[in-house]
């Protein structure tokens, strides 16, 4: 069932899950206006008719994390993804823990890495890189890196203001921008501590007292626990829609290189504008350059709000070339990646 399909009130409280992902049902319940019991009931069914789920998301940063890096492209028409799955390089980077989302069809792909120094994104893209250009699997590969102390991230898997357009609601201005995170953030952890952090990353939907007999620690440990986490800004959850349920066809990953004299700060206000236009759910700028991804509906919205964003562009001088755009067909995906877990264990617990 599309979300077209859903009553007032359905769309009301999968607002409010996407907008406040750790709200139990009674402050759902006080936010619209809606009985407990209904929204307990809306909850659990549109969990259960898949229309979304939930990841938790330490802060980088934070546990030593010092840059985010973006490779993408195009893959050889020629050979498709069952082709390149027999590469030796295929299995080897999906383990790789630095590598947290993956996206890619077979002509397109975007991998995003987080890590603590550049050697340990290059040495999986640079075995990449090779393995696949050895075979002809690759037709065009670029790479970016945004270290988290030179760049600003305004919207990390931030679907409200998707949703709030598709559904018909008002967008705060606070909601366009839901990276909490700020880089000051003390993640000096106790053994227990990790263990529980550890565990939440790796099972985001589980409950306290499944928290409890996974850690092997007491249902009010894990409780305590993770709400100080929480507080101290060193974990964030986020709602996933799922894009079929919302009906849009495609993601599309933009990179943007600028004119070197429009800094950060000089395009601050438009790029509000194009955030509140284009509705990114993934959206990191440096002073040079950018990268983002946004879920328009279909091939014509897209062509609009890229049509937008590049007059508004041209017109300030931003830019002296256009993005480079890379269109997925949401249908046309075969490949999908999206795991913090792996990295949260080898920050925690790993010697660096």
């Known amino acids: 069932m599309p979300i077209s399909l859903l009553t007032k009130k359905e769309k009301s409280v999968f607002y409010e899950l996407v907008k406040n992902p750790d709200f139990n049902d009674n402050q759902i319940s006080k936010e619209i206006g809606v009985k407990r019991s209904t929204v307990t009931a809306i909850r659990n069914r549109l969990k259960k008719d898949g229309f979304y789920s939930n990841i938790i998301i330490p802060n980088f940063p934070a546990l ?9 492209g195009k893959y050889n028409p020629l050979t498709p993804q069952e082709e390149r799955m027999k590469a030796a390089s295929f299995g080897e980077g999906l383990k790789h823990p ?16 987080v890590a603590k120094h550049l050697v340990d994104i290059r040495v999986v893209q640079d075995r990449f890189f090779m393995d696949y250009e050895s075979h002809d699997f690759i037709e065009d590969m670029h790479s970016t890196y945004y ?9 990390l898997f931030n679907f409200v203001p998707l949703v709030g357009k598709l559904l018909g609601f008002e967008v705060a201005e606070k909601d366009y921008n839901n990276y909490h995170f700020t880089g000051k953030e003390n993640a000096d952890l106790t053994n227990v501590e990790k263990v529980v952090l550890d565990a939440i990353v790796g099972h985001p939907e589980a409950n306290n007292v499944e928290l409890s007999r996974i ?20 974990i964030q959850t986020f709602s996933l829609p799922v894009m079929e349920k919302l009906g849009c066809e495609l993601m599309v990953f933009l990179h943007t290189k600028f004119n070197p004299k429009s800094s950060m700060e000089k395009r601050r206000e438009d790029m509000r504008f194009i955030m509140r236009t284009a509705s990114h759910v993934f959206k990191i700028s440096g002073n040079i350059e950018s990268a983002g991804v946004l879920f328009p509906r279909n091939y014509t919205e897209f062509t609009a709000l890229y049509n937008s964003m ?43």
């Open 147 to 155: 270290p988290f102390e030179l760049c600003s991230i305004t919207s």
């Open 64 to 72: 030593g994390c010092r840059l985010l890096g973006i490779s993408f």
């Open 98 to 113: 630095e590598l947290v989302f993956a996206r890619s069809t077979d002509t397109e792909f975007m991998k995003m890495y």
């Open 215 to 234: 850690t092997g620690k007491t249902r009010a440990t894990v409780s305590k626990i993770k709400a100080e986490l929480a507080d101290r800004k060193l």
């Open 310 to 352: 590049i007059s508004l562009y041209r017109e300030k001088n931003y830019i002296s070339e256009n993005p480079y755009s890379l269109i997925f067909p949401i249908e046309k995906i075969k490949f999908k990646k999206l795991d913090f877990s792996a990295l949260t264990h080898k920050m925690l617990f790993e010697k660096q």
